[in-house]
């Protein structure tokens, strides 16, 4: 039972360059979410997906889009990398979203030159 | 004013003692209330949730909340070295989704 996995967990890219995150499930959890961490401003939600086929923006969507390629699976696009987009980049699950109860995955840090 | 506000620490405290933790919310209307810890490099991972007024204790760890003070603070009890991590304090807003803390981080000293 691995939980929430990521891809990858380290990357650096170049201003301009595009990369997408990777993210699997296997508690069989509806909702799913891209969060950001920095430093000093707490974990700050991208995007969520409150079940399969549905996305919806959180507070900072600006420069990302998302995908919900099934039940298990969410992923997040960087179209063209800022160094603003450098971060530490997490997704989690939950079984709705009506919970505060998330887990997450082990994060990706993602740093644009 | 930032919707959850925690104190910046970093808290240290000795082997044994009470570590005590602040967060205080802006949205009156929001209803459950988390801790998640935090190791360094690590996944933030839920501890403590707390619904309604009062204390929730759950072994070393207290919850406390105070609706009408917008108020919500965790104790942890006989902290050990191991308790050294960030501590987040999360607080679901008007549409169901979390707002987090900027985390207080708490360092044990043995």
């Known amino acids: 039972n691995a939980g929430v996995t990521q891809t990858p967990k380290f990357q650096v890219l170049k201003t301009g360059q595009s990369m997408t995150l990777q993210c699997a499930q296997d508690?069989?959890?509806?909702?799913m979410y891209w969060y950001r961490q920095d430093p000093g401003m707490g974990l700050r939600l991208i995007y969520y997906?409150?079940?399969?086929?549905?996305?919806d923006k959180g507070e900072v969507p600006n420069g990302y889009n998302v995908s919900r390629l099934n039940k298990r699976e969410f992923s997040l696009r960087l179209e063209s990398a800022a160094p603003s987009q450098t971060s530490v980049y997490f997704c989690?699950?939950?079984?709705?979203?009506?919970?505060?109860?998330?887990?997450f995955g082990e994060g990706s840090r993602l740093t644009v030159l | 004013q930032k919707e959850v506000e925690q104190n910046s620490g970093p808290l240290s405290v000795p082997e044994g003692a009470i570590a005590s933790l602040n967060c205080t919310y802006s949205?009156?209307?929001?209803?459950?209330f988390f801790w998640y810890r935090q190791y360094s490099g690590k996944s933030p991972e839920l501890i403590m949730s707390?619904?309604?007024?009062g204390d929730k204790e759950d072994g070393r760890f207290t919850a406390q909340l105070n609706k009408a003070s917008q108020y919500v603070s965790l104790l942890i009890r006989d902290s050990q070295p191991s308790d050294s991590a960030t501590y987040l304090c999360?607080?679901?807003?008007?549409?169901?989704?979390?707002?987090f803390g900027a985390g207080t981080t708490v360092t044990v000293r043995a």
């Open positions: 999360a607080v679901t807003r008007y549409d169901y989704k979390l707002s």
């Open positions: 707390i619904y309604s007024n």
């Open positions: 989690a699950s939950s079984d709705r979203t009506t919970t505060g109860e998330l887990f």
């Open positions: 997906s409150a079940s399969e086929g549905t996305t």
């Open positions: 949205d009156r209307g929001s209803q459950s």
């Open positions: 508690m069989n959890h509806n909702s």
